[in-house]
């Protein structure tokens, strides 16, 4: 699984006995019980002193036993803590248009404030459909093809465990977002990366193609990509949509960074090519698109087979999300491309303020064609692991960064390399690159 496995902490060994584990045989002291071991020792039985030990409440066989808190917690809980920048989680310092959120307040004074309906508002669904069509030509049945979830996290869980049984495979694009992991594990299904390699970060068809086995379920596919910020190519999506059709394969595609192209890149949905549409479950949400990343609106779209499939999980997962912030996404949603392209140019903006930051103070950088992020190699600092590069920048300099070894499978595949986040106001990644310049000087060198 994902950078899951990033956490050190299993909480029991993998041969331990259930029935006679104690703190002391799992071998949990306090020196190594930081809040990654948060789970805790507690938990860990219900023997009190003198008595029988007993079986431990948390079971070391579940598939997320070793898994702590999220990496973007983890470092944003550094970064809060030595008051630094945090350019580690791709949340926006400012927020999105000012109608929306008046409207979301609007929807919560008039009321009702009771549960919508399961699928989302029926505006919504018609909105979402609207928007598939008018960006790219895609029909979608706004009742049976059409279903809002809580951000795409949940998409992505009701769509990974609405597909997948136990013994599946899901092939995913490596570095993968840490929750394709998290849920493909949730689902009993075994995530396989095909990897992608910087600077250019392609897809291979052939590896694609030789990662595909019998029990292959689904392809987990991020385009606009987090972290690489690669935007699928024509060449790359006809690879997908030629070993998904030939192996019948689903499709699941997280779009979220939809709207967020430079450079003249176009985001194409897989769900737009010959043959395909059939197949895809396409996902996104109103995060990103209008920088409220705190709503948690998001969607799936596509055949209504499929779309029924998400429902069933989704339905027992959260059953719907919070009106009123429906409602809001549909007022953005109703005001056309404007909003859209706003937040895009100022994110472009963004871009090129960290770009000229980080060049400026040695790292090694190539414009992302699209998101939140840039990513590097930091290694000329002297620390050859991202995740120690990250663990000690907020302390050493006062700013926040993510390690691209969380997005692995194996975390030692990320190497030195590590995400910066762009989504900040100007003066912050001024303020950012003035700490930064500090690595210059080698404050980074001598313990690593
Ligand atoms: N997928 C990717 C690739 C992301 O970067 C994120 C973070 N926004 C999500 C899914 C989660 O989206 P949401 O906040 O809408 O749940
Ligand atoms: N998508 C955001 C990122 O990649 C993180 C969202 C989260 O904290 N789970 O930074």
Redesign the pocket.
């Known amino acids: 699984m994902s950078n899951a496995h990033s956490s050190s902490a299993h909480l029991l060994p993998e041969d331990a006995s259930p029935e006679g584990a104690t703190p002391e045989a799992i071998g949990a002291s306090p020196t190594d019980a930081p809040e990654r071991t948060a789970l805790s020792t507690s938990a860990l039985s219900t023997s009190a002193p003198g008595t029988k030990a007993r079986r431990p409440l948390l079971s070391p066989h579940h598939p997320l036993a070793d898994v702590g808190t999220t990496i973007f917690a983890e470092m944003g809980a550094l970064a809060t803590a030595h008051g630094a920048i945090n350019l580690g989680q791709?949340a926006p310092d400012a927020d999105g248009p000012i109608e929306m959120i008046e409207a979301a307040a609007a929807a919560l004074r008039s009321g009702p404030n009771q549960y919508a309906p399961a699928t989302g508002i029926p505006e919504l669904r018609q909105a979402i459909a609207h928007h598939q069509r008018h960006y790219y030509d895609l029909e979608v049945d706004p009742d049976a093809g059409v279903l809002v979830t809580?951000?795409?996290?949940?998409?992505?869980a009701a769509s990974v465990l609405g597909i997948c049984a136990p013994g599946d495979e899901v092939i995913v694009l490596e570095p993968s977002?840490d929750?394709y992991g998290a849920v493909a594990a949730l689902a009993g299904a075994r995530l396989v990366p095909v990897t992608l390699r910087p600077p250019k970060w392609r897809l291979d068809g052939d590896a694609l193609e030789a990662a595909v086995t019998d029990r292959t379920r689904a392809l987990l596919i991020?385009s606009p990509?987090?972290p690489t910020g690669r935007v699928l190519d024509d060449e790359e999506r006809n690879a997908i949509a030629k070993v998904a059709i030939d192996a019948d394969l689903v499709v699941i595609t997280?779009e979220?960074?939809e709207h967020l192209c430079f450079d003249g890149h176009r985001h194409v949905p897989l769900a737009t090519m010959p043959g395909m549409f059939e197949r895809t479950i396409t996902?996104s949400?109103?995060?990103?698109t209008f920088a409220l990343?705190g709503w948690?609106?998001?969607w799936a779209s596509g055949p209504p087979e499929l779309i029924k499939a998400v429902r069933r999980t989704q339905q027992f997962l959260t059953y719907t999300s919070p009106g009123a912030l429906q409602r809001g996404v549909v007022a953005g949603l109703a005001m056309g491309e404007a909003p859209i392209d706003a937040v895009r140019a100022g994110l472009d903006q963004q871009r090129g303020l960290l770009l000229d930051v980080l060049a400026g103070v040695g790292f090694d950088v190539t414009p992302p064609e699209a998101?939140?992020f840039i990513t590097a190699d930091a290694s000329w600092t002297g620390v050859a692991d991202g995740r120690d590069f990250c663990l000690r920048l907020p302390e050493a300099v006062g700013v926040g960064a993510i390690p691209l070894g969380a997005f692995y499978v194996d975390p030692d595949r990320g190497g030195a390399m590590v995400r910066f986040a762009f989504c900040k106001q100007p003066d912050q990644i001024a303020e950012a690159g003035r700490r930064l310049s500090a690595l210059t000087q080698g404050p980074l060198r001598s313990s690593s």
């Open positions: 791709g809580v951000g795409c996290t949940e998409g992505i977002y929750s991020n990509h987090n997280d979220v960074y996902l949400s109103a995060g990103k990343t948690k609106v998001g998101g939140y």
